[in-house]
Protein backbone atom coordinates (compact mmCIF):
# COMPACT_ATOMS: atom_id res chain seq x y z
CA UNK A 1 0.00 0.00 0.00
CA UNK A 2 1.72 3.19 -1.08
CA UNK A 3 2.16 6.12 1.61
CA UNK A 4 2.87 9.30 1.85
CA UNK A 5 4.18 10.64 5.43
CA UNK A 6 4.83 14.65 5.59
CA UNK A 7 6.91 15.94 8.34
CA UNK A 8 9.08 19.32 9.01
CA UNK A 9 6.41 21.85 9.86
CA UNK A 10 6.53 24.23 12.74
CA UNK A 11 6.96 27.66 14.24
CA UNK A 12 8.61 30.01 12.67
CA UNK A 13 8.98 33.89 12.48
CA UNK A 14 8.97 36.04 9.10
CA UNK A 15 11.57 35.45 6.98
CA UNK A 16 12.58 32.63 8.01
CA UNK A 17 13.00 29.11 6.61
CA UNK A 18 11.49 25.79 6.73
CA UNK A 19 12.25 22.48 5.15
CA UNK A 20 9.52 20.07 4.69
CA UNK A 21 9.86 16.52 3.40
CA UNK A 22 7.43 14.00 2.30
CA UNK A 23 8.52 10.37 2.90
CA UNK A 24 6.95 7.88 0.12
CA UNK A 25 6.72 4.33 0.02
CA UNK A 26 7.96 2.00 -3.32
CA UNK A 27 9.11 3.58 -5.95
CA UNK A 28 5.80 6.35 -6.56
CA UNK A 29 8.37 9.33 -6.37
CA UNK A 30 10.49 8.28 -9.40
CA UNK A 31 7.26 7.19 -11.41
CA UNK A 32 5.25 9.84 -10.53
CA UNK A 33 4.82 13.86 -10.66
CA UNK A 34 3.99 15.12 -7.37
CA UNK A 35 2.92 18.28 -5.63
CA UNK A 36 2.35 20.04 -2.49
CA UNK A 37 -0.97 21.51 -1.75
CA UNK A 38 -1.66 23.64 1.41
CA UNK A 39 -5.12 24.56 3.40
CA UNK A 40 -5.02 27.52 5.55
CA UNK A 41 -7.91 27.50 8.77
CA UNK A 42 -11.19 28.67 6.91
CA UNK A 43 -9.55 28.50 3.26
CA UNK A 44 -9.71 25.93 0.52
CA UNK A 45 -6.92 23.44 -0.29
CA UNK A 46 -4.35 25.26 -2.84
CA UNK A 47 -1.97 24.13 -5.02
CA UNK A 48 1.72 24.85 -4.18
CA UNK A 49 4.15 23.27 -6.45
CA UNK A 50 5.03 20.53 -8.66
CA UNK A 51 7.38 18.28 -9.71
CA UNK A 52 7.30 15.88 -12.74
CA UNK A 53 9.24 13.05 -13.29
CA UNK A 54 11.50 14.33 -15.13
CA UNK A 55 12.50 17.21 -12.46
CA UNK A 56 10.76 20.23 -13.88
CA UNK A 57 9.39 21.97 -11.48
CA UNK A 58 6.46 24.99 -11.50
CA UNK A 59 5.23 27.33 -8.49
CA UNK A 60 1.89 29.12 -7.73
CA UNK A 61 2.35 32.62 -7.67
CA UNK A 62 2.54 33.53 -4.12
CA UNK A 63 5.44 31.19 -3.79
CA UNK A 64 7.55 31.47 -6.70
CA UNK A 65 11.01 32.84 -5.83
CA UNK A 66 10.61 31.92 -2.22
CA UNK A 67 9.57 27.81 -2.52
CA UNK A 68 12.03 25.29 -4.08
CA UNK A 69 10.53 21.62 -4.35
CA UNK A 70 12.86 19.07 -4.83
CA UNK A 71 13.64 14.71 -4.55
CA UNK A 72 16.52 13.23 -3.68
CA UNK A 73 18.68 10.96 -5.57
CA UNK A 74 16.91 7.50 -3.97
CA UNK A 75 13.80 8.54 -4.98
CA UNK A 76 12.08 7.96 -2.03
CA UNK A 77 11.25 11.45 -0.43
CA UNK A 78 10.21 14.74 -1.85
CA UNK A 79 11.14 18.08 -0.32
CA UNK A 80 9.89 22.02 -0.54
CA UNK A 81 12.32 24.07 1.08
CA UNK A 82 10.72 27.66 2.26
CA UNK A 83 12.24 30.38 2.24
CA UNK A 84 11.68 33.79 3.29
CA UNK A 85 8.18 32.69 4.67
CA UNK A 86 5.38 35.21 5.60
CA UNK A 87 2.70 34.54 7.57
CA UNK A 88 0.14 33.97 4.76
CA UNK A 89 2.33 31.08 4.94
CA UNK A 90 0.88 29.95 7.70
CA UNK A 91 -1.06 26.32 6.99
CA UNK A 92 -1.35 22.54 6.81
CA UNK A 93 0.92 21.73 4.26
CA UNK A 94 -0.11 18.33 2.26
CA UNK A 95 2.09 16.10 -0.35
CA UNK A 96 -0.02 14.67 -3.03
CA UNK A 97 0.14 12.37 -6.11
CA UNK A 98 -2.37 13.03 -8.53
CA UNK A 99 -1.58 10.45 -10.67
CA UNK A 100 -2.71 7.74 -7.77
CA UNK A 101 -5.31 10.08 -5.89
CA UNK A 102 -3.35 9.63 -2.66
CA UNK A 103 -2.44 12.69 0.08
CA UNK A 104 -0.33 12.21 3.34
CA UNK A 105 -1.49 13.32 6.13
CA UNK A 106 0.05 17.37 6.77
CA UNK A 107 1.95 19.16 8.56
CA UNK A 108 1.64 22.54 10.07
CA UNK A 109 3.37 25.33 9.35
CA UNK A 110 2.68 29.00 11.38
CA UNK A 111 5.07 31.68 10.54
CA UNK A 112 4.02 34.29 13.57
CA UNK A 113 6.26 36.51 15.39
Known amino acids: QVQLVASGGGLVQPGGSLRLSCAASGSIVSRYAMQWYRQASGSEREWVAT???????AYADPVKGRFTISRDNTNTAMYLQMNSLKPEDTAVYYC???????WGQGTQVTVSS
Open 96 to 102: YVEGLGI
Open 51 to 57: ITKGHTT
